[in-house]
């Protein structure tokens, strides 16, 4: 697609934004639910690279995570359950000048979304994607989602979660043309700010699965992780996300990752035993749809021009 | 001493390489001059007008079918101009429109011989800049904050030194053939802005290490004799300058840090021979100064050998060329310490 | 030739008898990859320069891999020439020319041959070395000689291989020879035409085919007696020859769209196919989505960030769509829906023509989901209808969909150049700063009307939801605000009507009868009530474009008729069925909305026979009708 930006943009230049510019409606999430860190953190990036806020677009789903964009003050749109990435790839295939976000739930992603998912991943078009993983159906009210562990019991399956959960990373590496891939807790504000920053000066489609605590349902999920550092695996690499300074004395534990490195990658994501932060892949390098199939634009009489052409051929 | 057929084959070359820029500020001429006939379309007309331009709209399925004045009246008007600024909008179509015709062109510049470099790119620039000097003007007419005064020249010329940041980001890329006596590109500076991409195209001998005095952190220089290394330029983040030199001119790259990554200077090639006679104006200290330059910031990089971490895997170049150029680039560095010694 | 109101003579010129006709239909057969395809597209496309009017369509096989020489595998062309502009399919074939016995008799029991037709036969396989095929031959040949046609068998085979190694690849052209000695059309331009359809293979294809060319003229001329005339009274210039797809597909790109997403589904693919040559080159992308949910959600993004977009679907697909399209409406987002029916429920008929969707179209999104559905009832219209429902939906902020057919999808028709006009593609999205405090669903109290904002236009910034929300785009779960919101977005559909013209009835302004369609029937209905009314009988006809919101005056219309009936593609129950009562029946569905809205007692006659009315078969239902209803 061809749209380029118009010059005809009343917008002053100069203009410096402060927090309170990104800030949209009061947040209604539940005391104590992670989501509330995550919006305070994209916020922060906001500020940090200083984006235009009608220059920007939180795309969501449906669900608790996905009423995020009502709380920012860029342009948002919440959509359907499961149907964020399309929308999202609508949108930057038509105007790639804008800044794409988008926050799904772990069942708007990787259930209903799940195909979705899979083929953005591979689109690999500029946006950052973050799936607010709280392991359960938050919204409609605790049915078990396809992350929820193995046994943990909800109202659809009162006796336990039949099947072991779906591993999002593991399962992000697997798919062709996959550019970014990273994890981070929303209980780690600078390591989740310093995630999404990478994220977003990626060059291509970022997924980053966010854990993320929901008070209500799932609280006990993380709460060993939360009070205990040491189960945590600090990936760290100057090409993906360096542990933050702050950070480096309360987790101690360090794994060099070279986010490159796609095999590495996929064996630390496999290993479940341990909750790995950080970027597992990055590769600039990969081919991105919305650049493949950029276009030059044209005037609306050289469309004239061009479509008498083509109808030439049609001509009796 | 190359004709003015090669210089010109070599611009056109450059042309083509470039094609992604001069494409991304054509497509912005386009969006910005429909979106602008729009506005006028919307603001000037009378409600018959608006209608027969609803009927022009709605094509022959409406014809029986649908009301068109009706349809029309259901039409959103537009944001409204005011009267009296039509004129000034219908300048800036213009302005716009002939930019457009102008094609090619308008991402060329030719420095006569003994020329100013500086003002030419600067007078090219200025050109490509009138449409953003038409888009301020409608901004400003539509809000009514217009003043022949201060802004009665932009659609004339919208030089650099006016352009805001946005602005700086959709720069038009600019091909600029000159001298190679002419090659002072120390003034070029101030142009190194945004996404600014410019290509030169040297005709005849040259100063070998000119472009090494814009080597700053955040700017992609190029020598090369290869026209297609300028996709260095075009492709690069930020703004970038290329030459295309003279054979035996230096050829180097320097890449500035992107995220993580940090800045490289590559040397592909160091002259065989000492610059020995000024080049019109510019003198054989001048010439050698700037090589000693390149020398030092190669050095200080930590002196990337050319050839294994060249960013344009310049094949020509071997490891038996990376060898000489690192070799030449260490003599370079020893004659400058001589020279500091003896001066 | 079959019992119409075709002018026929006949007379002897030398030792060929000519017949002369206004119309004639004509059809090519052959199991599929035998060329029969091209042969009659060369000649449709022939007649259609020479000035004949004419309509094509594919004869497509049952199956994809059928084994050759069954008659589930016919396949090929049917071309309906006439002397004036053919608007429809016509009833039964008058010529066949079939590469096997078994695909003509698939046709003879398909009915769709008619009694006194000239039927040209290759008869290799007479004498073929497998005697289950001779076996088959004879029986076949039985069974067609029963039914009182003129059957010539043509040596095509043994003709070809003159010419060529593998004779079932020339045999199209050899076909393509016969038809031109029979129709005299002009070699020239046929030699043209097999030039351009073969353009992009070696010259000496082309050589070769034009050799074949030849060789069935000539055989024809030395062993044929027959000739029809079926002269050619219309002129050809500035005219276009294609399909209602292409159609649609270069309509969009007049109308400015930059966006198609689709997931491929006949009969609807071919549209993409023909925005994947060409859109590119006006900045505009095919996206095949991962599937139809996708597509239709890419085009609600890129409409929703600018030009409005458009997704290409046909049934199945557009079950699948039917949340987005809840959404569009619900978030007022401007949107295109090309759908292209298909024989159904389920995955039906995929390469069935049938008007089975116009419910589902209308009211297939739970929850109250009002937008436009518009039908295109001729090819033409099919290019023009793109243009304008991209103004409706941006316009009126609204989800429209087109209604095509298979009919419409692979009938190939001329229609007169439209002279192209920039101001089709509409105006740039207006992107001026948003002044403060405006809010985003800014409902003109009278209209619903209000203006989008678009990402990127300075004090826009909103979020859109399909959640219920109140002019502030917030979400509101208030009953008076949901109330006042649905009554905004209904309030567009009727202001639409209000600016809609009372259709033009064809025929008397009132009488006994009144035929309504909608649709790709248009030719055919038309054709039926001239017949009827050439009779004497008192019948109009009357065809909708609009369906939603659906156009006006027609209560006062149908006041002035005696009876008004539907006449549709899809399916209706009969009252002469076992348990079928008044109470019961199960209409058509075009029947259905004119009866909820005007209250008049619209009865309906409709067939989901997998193919297009015939006119022939809607002249009987006009007289039953008539007689029926006493007024004859
Ligand atoms: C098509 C459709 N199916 C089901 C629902 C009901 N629904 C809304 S949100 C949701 C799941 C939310 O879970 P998740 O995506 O993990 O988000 P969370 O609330 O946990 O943030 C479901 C099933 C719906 N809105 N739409
Ligand atoms: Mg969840």
Known sequence: ?316 | MPSEKKSEELASRALEVLGRPREEFRSTLIVTSEELRSLLDAGSATAEARAARTAAELGAFAVGHIDIEKFSSFQQKGAAVPVSEAPRLDAASRTLRSLLELGDDLYFVRVSSGGDLRDSVSHGLGRAGRAFGAARTVELARSGKYDEEVHGGWLDSFPPSLWNRREWELAPPLIVEVDGADLRPGGLMEFLDGNQKIVLVVRGPAPPAALARLITPGVTVLQTEDPAELSLVAEAEGPAIGALMPPDSCRFVHVPATGEGRARLTVHHMPDEEPKRALGGISVFQQADALRHLATLAAGWGLAAAGDVGPSGDGASGPAGAATAADKLAAWILRQADLQEAG | MAEDTAVKTREQTGRAQVIRSTQCTVEVVSDSGEGAQKCGQTFGAVSAKMGNGVWTVEIIPAEIQPPPRSPAGASGNRIRIGERVVTNWGDRTNVCIAFNEQVLLARHRLDAIEDDAILLVENMWATHSDEDIRAEWTAAMEELGGAGYRIIEVPMEQECLTVVDNARKGKNMFALGILCWMFDRDMDLTREQIAHAFRKKAAEITERNHQLLELGYAWADENLDVRIDVRPGLSAENTLVMNGNQAAAFGAVAAGMEMAAMYPITPATSVSHQLGEIFYKFGGIVHQAEDEIAAVGVAIGASYSGKVAFTITSGPGLALKTEFLGLSVMAEIPLVVVDVQRGGPSTGLPTKVEQSDLLAALFGQPGDAPHVVMAPATIEECFHAMITARRIAETFRTLVVVMTDANLATGVQPFPRPTLDPAWQGSAPDMSAIPEGKPPYDWDEATGLSRRFIPGTPGGMHTLTGLAHDGNSRVAYASAINQKSSEMRSRKMAVLQSTLRPPEVYGAESGDLLVVGWGSTKGAIEEAVDRARAEGVSVSSLHLRFLSPMEPGLKAIFSRFKKVMTVEINYSDELDMPYITEENRRRGQLAWLLRAQTLVDVDCWTRVLGEPLRPGAIHDVIRSNVSKGGAA
């Open chain 1, 1 to 316: 697609m061809s749209h380029s930006c118009s010059l005809l943009a009343p917008v002053d230049e100069d203009q410096e934004f402060h927090l309170d510019d990104y800030e949209g409606a009061r947040a209604r999430w539940c005391p104590g639910c992670g989501d509330h860190s995550v919006l305070t953190a994209a916020q922060r990036l906001l500020v940090d690279e200083q984006l235009k806020p009608e220059e920007t677009v939180f795309v969501s789903g449906i669900g608790c995570s996905s009423r995020f964009p009502h709380y920012m003050k860029t342009y948002g749109f919440h959509g359907l359950h499961g149907r964020a990435l399309p929308v999202a790839t609508g949108i930057k295939l038509h105007r790639p000048d804008l800044n794409v976000f988008v926050v799904m739930g772990d069942g708007d992603c990787v259930s209903i979304g799940a195909g979705h998912w899979v083929h953005a991943t591979r689109y690999n078009v500029d946006m950052v994607a973050m799936m607010l993983d709280n392991n359960i159906y938050g919204l409609t009210k605790m049915q078990t989602s396809p992350t929820t562990p193995q046994g943990y019991k909800s109202n659809t399956q009162p006796q336990g979660s039949w099947l072991p959960a779906l591993n999002p990373i593991e399962a992000t590496l697997g798919i062709t043309n996959a550019s970014f891939v990273a994890q981070t807790a929303e209980w780690i504000p600078a390591h989740l700010f310093a995630t999404l920053q990478a994220a977003y000066r990626h060059n291509g489609f970022a997924f980053v699965r966010v854990l993320q605590r929901c008070p209500v349902f799932t609280a006990d999920i993380y709460m060993d992780a939360v009070r205990n550092p040491e189960m945590i695996d600090m990936l760290d690499h100057p090409d993906g996300v360096p542990v933050p300074e702050s950070l480096r004395q309360i987790y101690p534990n360090h794994l060099r990752h070279d986010p490159l490195n796609l095999s590495a990658a996929r064996d630390l994501a496999a290993d479940t035993s341990r909750i790995r932060l950080g970027v597992f892949f990055r590769d600039e390098g990969l081919p991105r749809y919305e650049e493949t199939r950029h276009l030059p634009a044209h005037t609306a009489d050289d469309k004239i021009r061009i479509l008498n052409e083509e109808l030439d051929q049609y001509a009796v």
